[in-house]
């Protein structure tokens, strides 16, 4: 997995539902990063965090929240706000000028 | 004018084609041009990078960065049907987060 682990795989969520992805790396780094994957979309970003107890809003950040509360640890949790939250979820660890590694993905779908 | 712009494709070529992907840019402080492959219900995984201009070979794959016409490309040589994917790229300043194109879907038959 490159370092980079999210789970579950697979996530139902029932309407007015919050549901927490998780993502977890086990190599040390600083920069974390949520996107969003949806068909003809591309990747766009929902949060990211440079630093442990900080993070921003990236470009569709409106019905999602985060926490870095340790350096290895940075869940996403879908709030009953985002409206259409069935989509491909996936995080990301900054490799400083070398890009990202990426997860595997959460997919997520709304019952 | 979108940052990044590329062909959703799909594009489809027959195994042992040389295959031509493309992505055009707008910010002239790019400085740092990737290629991610993905694979369907997987993430992106990086397959190239290069820094500036010029161009980057790695085995059948070459990436070709014009900051002058502000146009990256990807070529893949004797492509095969395991080459059938979904090829991003992505930009960035340094001094910023990523900045990816939407992708170009190419499917290589046997």
């Known amino acids: 997995d490159g370092g980079i682990t999210q789970s579950p795989k697979y996530l139902f969520r029932k309407e007015g539902q919050n549901v927490t992805l998780s993502c977890e790396q086990n190599?040390?780094?600083?920069?974390m990063y949520w996107y969003r994957q949806d068909p003809g979309q591309g990747l766009r970003l929902i949060y990211y965090s440079q630093i442990v107890n900080d993070f921003q809003k990236g470009d569709i950040a409106e019905g999602y929240s985060v926490s870095r509360e340790k350096k290895e640890s940075f869940p996403l949790t879908v709030t009953s706000a985002q409206k259409n939250p069935t989509a491909f979820y996936l995080c990301a660890r900054g490799e400083g000028d070398y890009g990202y590694t990426f997860g595997s993905g959460t997919r997520l779908t709304v019952v | 004018q979108k940052e990044v712009e590329q062909d959703p494709g799909p594009l489809s070529v027959p195994e042992g084609a040389i295959v031509s992907l493309n992505c055009t840019y707008s910010n002239s402080a790019f400085q740092y041009f990737m290629w991610y492959r993905q694979y369907s219900r997987k993430g992106p995984e990086l397959l190239m990078y290069t820094y500036s201009s010029g161009n980057k070979e790695d085995g059948r794959f070459t990436a070709q960065v014009d900051k002058s016409s502000k146009y990256i490309s990807l070529f893949i040589r004797d492509s095969q049907p395991s080459d059938s994917a979904t090829y991003l790229c992505a930009i960035t300043s340094g001094y910023s987060t990523l900045t990816f194109g939407k992708g170009t879907m190419l499917l290589v038959s046997p």
């Open positions: 190599l040390n780094h600083d920069a």
